[in-house]
């Protein structure tokens, strides 16, 4: 039976039962459906997975900015990347941004070969975008005026009681917050695109390329 049923069977009986009060009659029925709409929705909420959940809430923003924690490494730039990867494929234009220093030589071997963009910060306001999401950490630091920023999500493995205003996903038992974004694609169904594939690939809207498969592993 569907809500519309449902509710016109609640209202003939209610009416039945309250034929002098019909506003009243109408009011329960409006409440009653309200109600099960309202279940209904959250219903279909809590069965989404972490990473739908995560991709429908990044694709919303016209900009979001992706914040790295002060000296990142792969696991925080691979994380950073699989976000602006995420965020762009619903058509959100993302720039992603560290504090301090990428310094070892790991670290710079691994920007330098992904060929990757980041922009270094040294305060808040340089970060134009409204909603910002963290990744590797789960509280802004290492920058003037990091106390400013309210994150609209967190998505980190570390300890801390960081939150983000609309999404958190702190998993300290993994070793790695990378970890934590393969399986978002690998719960939306993504698959790896080959290098080899990538001219004759229709669309790369669902597919992770290259760059950031060979990041997150």
Partial sequence: MGVID?????????????PDEPLLAVALVAALVALAIGGWLLLGYLRRT????FARLVGGPE????????????????????VQTIA???????????PGQ???????????VLDMDFERIEEAETIEETDVVLVDHNEPRGFRGSESIGPLAVVDHHPGDGTGREFTDVRTDNGACATIFSEY????????????????QESLDEAIQPDTSTALI
């Fill in 102 to 112: 990428i310094r070892h030589h790991e670290n710079r071997a691994f920007e330098t």
């Fill in 50 to 53: 972490p990473g739908e959940r």
């Fill in 185 to 200: 694609f690998d719960e939306m169904g993504w698959e790896p695109v080959h290098p080899d594939e990538m001219a004759t």
């Fill in 88 to 98: 762009e494929s619903r058509e959100t234009d993302t720039t992603l941004y560290y």
């Fill in 63 to 82: 900009a979001l900015a992706v914040l790295m924690h002060p000296n990142p490494d792969p696991d925080a730039m691979s994380c950073a990347l699989a």
């Fill in 6 to 18: 449902a509710a016109d069977e609640v209202l003939d009986s209610v009416a039945s039962e309250l």
